[in-house]
């Protein structure tokens, strides 16, 4: 009896010794009582007034990504087909060019927001929740009456936008600068198609019909036919092997621009040379190598984008020092005076005073 007695008082401390591990500091709390809205959303987030999908997996972020991808889900193929449109409207607005004509900072916070978090202008993590093992939940919301008249809103002044862009004088029209204001517009175009379907599925504010609005499409041929008519001519001295011409002339075609064209009323000027360069006590030979560009508009006579690059390089000969020089240049311009010429075009749409 007195075994007995002994182990069942063992078996109590044991017992006790486990609780008191279990909540102890550091030690994973039980979860708390999953939230109504993870079994039925609806029942929290009535349709009549809320759009409201919930995502889950691993881990947080993948949760919230998966409750937004949800929530564009829930407005139709033709809204996942044409998220790449509303990429292009956002990747306008963080350039600031369409932000111009935004005043109301709600919005331009709601569009820089659905950027970042890749979902629908007007979406939000409203709450979220850890089963305290191995899932994740995110609640993603959209309120209906709210985003209605952001949508509504955005609607409006894309079609003053568009408007700004395409109206202007033929010479203002077939430059640089046309080329870039029209190809903008078609990405406004788009991002509007794609607000006023969003707009149809949330109700409440009228939207306009597909015939009211502006034509993407109609946009960009008439870039595509401003574009044969300014080809960029690239003019490159001192270059046997045509490798710097090739260099500008690809970066110039990644624009959309044509390269060539001796009567053309814009051209790339660009002047190369090296010089040798000694050093003491040094086995290699070395050249200083010196580039320097200009983007000229014959029309006007101005110099619309000045451009230098200089440096040093070696090797075993003045020729191979030369050769690596290039290579150098190559890569400049390709990085240093891509991001300059983007930088210039960019400038040239105008923005709201």
Known sequence: MLKVVKLLIFVLALCALCAGCAGSPGSRPPPKDEPLWIGDVDQVYSRLRYMATVGYGPSRAVAEKEAFASMISVFGQTVRVDRQSIVGYQEALLQDTVASYIRD???????????????????????????????????????????????????????????????????????????????????VADGNRVFVNILSVLGGAAAPSSRELADAEQFRLEAQNIVHRIPVDVLVDNDSSGRIQGAFAAVIGKKGFLSGGQDSRYVLDVTLSFSPVELPDRQNKFVRYELAAKLLDRVTGNV????????????????????????????????????AFSAYLDSLVPQKN
Not at 121 to 142: C, P, Q
Not at 161 to 167: A, D, E, K, M
Request: charged share 25%; glycine share 8%; hydrophobic share 40%.
């Open 304 to 339: 619309l984008l000045p451009y230098t690059a200089s440096g040093r390089e070696g090797h075993l000969t003045v020729s191979e020092a030369e050769n690596r020089a290039i290579r150098t240049l190559e890569t400049e311009i390709s990085d240093a005076w891509d991001a």
């Open 105 to 187: 900072t709600e919005i331009t916070s709601a569009i820089k927001t659905s950027a970042g978090l890749d979902t629908l202008i007007g979406a939000e993590i409203r709450d979220y929740w850890y089963d305290g093992r191995d899932t994740h939940y995110a609640l993603a919301v959209m309120e209906k009456s709210k985003a209605a008249a952001l949508y509504s809103d955005l609607v409006s002044v894309n079609r003053e936008i568009i408007g700004n862009l395409t109206t202007m004088t033929d010479g203002e029209k077939y430059s640089l600068g046309g080329y870039v204001r029209f190809l903008l517009a078609a990405k």
